[in-house]
């Protein structure tokens, strides 16, 4: 009976450590199967719906425009040549103003007393050099005594002009025509050299500033007049003349072009607004035109997805043109091909797809 007690015990040891591998061998499996009837098993059979577009001939000597931003002519931070308190700020922002137009008045109260006491110095200079001037000619005195008394009347007219000129200095006056942009101070505030009082904004001339590519700097040339116009009056229409070609490239490998552009009557343009300028493409005829959502690859070798027997193929093409959001193919492409212009989640070269 211990015997047979034995044997079954040992047959149990063996027995229960495979069950329960088993056991769990059919857990792992049923989990496994659990796990990828949850997971997305994309099919590359399946066709992918995307949207296509039938190549034409179009006219490709269109007018075409490149973005760029208005910016002041001139302007500036106006700032005290002397140290002085302020006592009158004679505009506001958004006041216009002329050149030469008083802006600022700074206390120079005791600068005229200097002045007052310089100029009863020289009342008194003048009286001696005339006294002496007589004296010398009857040999009175000597005229070494004559040459002090001009001297010192020399040296108080410098004064005078030295005092003359730090007065004209508190008085504070516009540089140029403008609209004053900022006011910086108050009455009553302390000015110093270097210190901003107020900004000064001409907008009657603005700058306009584009970045275009290397191939594309031909189009330009230096005093040149182009056509312009700003986004938020797309109705008048500017002219712009080219006065800077930039000779660096910014770090989009792009190069700036300026123009200089006299504003409307009424300064309508603002500095900072957006605009645009006008230019007409030098290619004339026909060409195949393609919006620029459609190129894949790089810049070097441009692909698009052309659609045959309801597959998408990668073709390789060569760009002539940029334009805004449309770009010519001079090779690559023929009238009548279908390219695919938007749906490209899951396309691939070869892919099966269908046209919405």
Do not use: C, W
Request: hydrophobic fraction near 40%; charged fraction near 20%; aromatic fraction near 6%.
């Amino acid at each position: 009976m211990n015997t047979k007690s034995s044997i079954l015990k040992k047959v149990l040891y063996v027995i229960i450590p495979l069950v329960i591998i088993a056991i769990v061998v059919i857990k792992l499996k049923t989990n496994k199967e659990i796990t990828q009837s949850k997971v997305y098993q994309y099919d590359k059979e399946q066709a992918i719906n995307v949207q296509v577009d039938t190549l034409q001939l179009e006219n490709v000597n269109a007018e075409f425009s490149y973005s760029g931003t208005f910016e002041p002519n001139k302007e500036t931070k106006i700032s005290a040549e002397l140290q002085g308190k302020i006592n009158t700020i004679l505009v506001d922002a958004g006041s216009v103003v002329s050149k030469g137009q008083t802006l600022i008045q700074l206390d120079n109260s005791l600068l005229k007393l200097q002045l007052q006491t310089i100029e009863v110095q020289i009342e008194g200079l003048e009286a001696d050099v005339n006294r002496y001037t007589i004296l010398a000619k009857a040999d009175a005195i000597q005229g070494v005594q004559l040459e002090k008394a001009e001297l010192g009347l020399k040296s108080a007219k410098v004064q005078k002009a030295t005092f003359l000129e730090q007065i004209n200095k508190t008085t504070i006056k516009a540089p140029f025509n403008g609209v004053v942009t900022a006011k910086l101070s108050e009455e009553g505030a302390f000015a110093a050299p270097g210190v901003p009082l107020l900004q000064i904004t001409d907008i009657t001339t603005l700058k306009f500033t584009v970045n275009v590519p290397e191939k594309d700097l031909s189009q330009f040339k230096l005093n040149q007049s182009y056509s312009l116009s700003a986004d938020a009056y797309s109705e008048i229409l500017l002219t712009g003349k080219t006065t800077m070609i930039g000779s660096k490239a910014n770090m989009g490998s792009s190069f700036p072009i300026q123009f200089t552009v006299n504003n409307t009557s009424d300064l309508k343009i603002k500095s900072g607004m957006f605009g645009k300028v006008f230019l007409k493409n030098e290619m004339s005829g026909k060409g195949i035109i393609i919006p620029s959502s459609a190129i894949q690859g790089t810049d070097n070798q441009p692909q698009v997805y052309v659609v045959k027997n309801g597959k998408a193929l990668l073709q390789n093409i060569t760009i002539s043109k940029k334009t805004q959001n449309k770009a010519v193919v001079s090779n690559g492409l023929n009238e009548g091909d279908v390219i695919v212009t938007n749906g490209f989640i899951n396309l691939f070269d070869g892919a099966n797809v269908t046209v919405k």
